[in-house]
């Protein structure tokens, strides 16, 4: 009997999974394996480890507790199932950060053909080019424009029938991981992807150009951690949109991610480094107890810390505030943009190498931004206009919660503010502010298209 192995790694979906489909027409049985990689172990944070022992759990129920879970070398595990089940070909969706680049050349490199079919996104990185000279895009506006030009394949069904392999008890190596005590985070798994979205399309996506920013209401997709272990696939996402202002920017959204995919692919030293490599010659300061604080969400500030304390907390945040909680690093602490990259790393369930590493370019303002100015958000007003009632800061800073709506984004000038303990701000924005146009100016540096 001819069989074909499916590797899975962030494709952890039955529905419009190329590579799966590719794997059930490559033999008359497959083996459904997931290898746990030590690396992806070591970067991985408890809660994204948690998330992913669900997820798995979740991917083996769908293939009737068929899954393969093996721990060891990739080279080894590979070698070891072919040689078991006689398989011929190995199956995988393409991956581009650089990690995953070097590990599948080495597996190949050892004489295992790897089979690519698909990928983690709707257009591949590397595929939109600039018509004049082929080359990659550097700002978003443009490369939207290209990747609609480009387009996609429809979504395809889940497969109707799936012929698995029983696996022997050696291979049902099932992580354990539990979420850190306290914490809270979303429900992995395919099936959680699909009820999500389908509650975010009939309640959230007509409104989402008006209501994704604002963090006190369920105005977002949460779409971002299903998509990081590719529960679902974008395509899946962008079939049914309209061209409604709402359905465009919920679009755009989607192409953000797909766009640092891009960056990425095509820089890929900007996982840790600058984009634009000026910023390498501006004044930081150590990180020390600001940063410490600024961890732990006790700067002062309510919105900033409402943010921090919900990463923490769940393992995730809303989009506006990691903007905010990022500028304030970057440009009231003037703390490098690597040190808070790095604590998103290790307690977002939704990481994204890409998205991560470049969304925090983008505010530090040493990234793709084609502006001419330096960004600096104010946390105050920030949080005034996306947070107008307090409902989230009372939500995840309970120590201001008795404050009212006039009160609770500047507790320092209420005579109760500070009743219940909430931190004293560590720093002054307006003159923090100055400060970092201040550093802006020593280097004269702008970034360019």
């Known amino acids: 009997m001819s069989r074909s192995i499916m590797w899975f790694r962030r ?128 700002v978003y506006t443009p490369f939207y424009r290209g990747w609609l030009l480009h387009g996609w394949r429809a979504p395809v069904a889940a497969p109707k029938v799936i012929k698995a392999v029983t696996p022997d008890e050696k291979y049902r190596n099932f992580p354990t991981w539990q979420p850190p005590k306290g914490t809270e985070i979303f429900a992995a798994g395919e099936k959680a992807a699909h009820d999500r979205f389908k509650k975010f399309k009939a309640k959230g996506l007509d409104a989402y150009d008006e209501t994704r920013n604002f963090a006190g209401i369920d105005g977002t997709s949460k779409m971002s951690t299903h998509l990081t272990w590719g529960e679902i696939h974008p395509r899946t996402l962008l079939a049914g949109l309209g061209e409604s202002k709402a359905h465009d920017t919920f679009r755009k959204e989607i192409a953000w991610r797909e766009f640092y995919a891009d960056v990425l692919h095509n820089y890929p030293h900007t996982d840790k480094d600058y984009y634009a490599p000026q910023f390498a010659n501006m004044r930081y ?43 304030f690093l970057a440009k009231d602490l003037h703390i490098e943009w690597q040190h808070g990259a790095l604590f998103f790393e290790e307690h977002l369930v939704d990481f994204d190498i890409a998205s991560n590493a470049h969304g925090w370019q983008w505010t530090a303002g040493c990234g793709t931004d084609a502006s001419p100015y330096y960004r600096v958000f104010n946390p105050i007003e920030q949080g005034k206009r996306f947070d107008e009632n307090g409902d989230y800061i009372r939500k995840y800073v309970p120590e201001l919660a008795h404050l009212s709506a006039d009160e609770i984004h500047e507790p320092w000038d209420s005579a109760d503010g500070y009743k219940h303990g909430y931190a004293k701000k560590i720093v002054e924005h307006a003159t923090e502010r100055i400060e970092s146009l201040a550093r802006l100016e020593e280097i004269k540096v702008r970034n360019t298209e």
């Not at 020390?288 to 919900?310: L, N």
């Open 11 to 138: 494709d952890l979906r039955l529905i419009d999974n190329p590579a799966l489909l590719a794997a059930i027409e490559a033999g008359e049985e497959i083996v459904p394996v997931f290898i746990l990689d030590p690396k992806l172990i070591e970067i991985t944070g408890a809660k994204g480890l948690a998330y992913l022992a669900e997820s798995l759990r979740n991917l083996d129920q769908s293939l009737g507790n068929k899954l393969h879970i093996c721990t060891g070398n990739h080279v080894d595990v590979l070698n070891e199932l072919k040689k078991k089940y006689d398989a011929t070909s190995v199956h995988i969706a393409s991956e581009y950060d650089q990690y995953a680049l070097e590990r599948d050349a080495r597996i190949e490199s050892a004489g295992i053909e790897l089979t690519r079919t698909g990928s983690p996104y709707a257009v591949a990185p590397g595929r939109v080019k600039k018509p004049s000279d082929a080359t990659n895009y550097r």
């Open 285 to 327: 300061d150590e990180p020390g107890e600001k940063f410490k604080v600024w961890c732990e969400g006790k700067t002062g500030y309510p919105f900033v810390d409402a943010g921090m304390r919900q990463l923490v907390k769940e393992g995730w945040m809303h989009n506006r505030v990691r903007m905010v909680v990022a500028s």
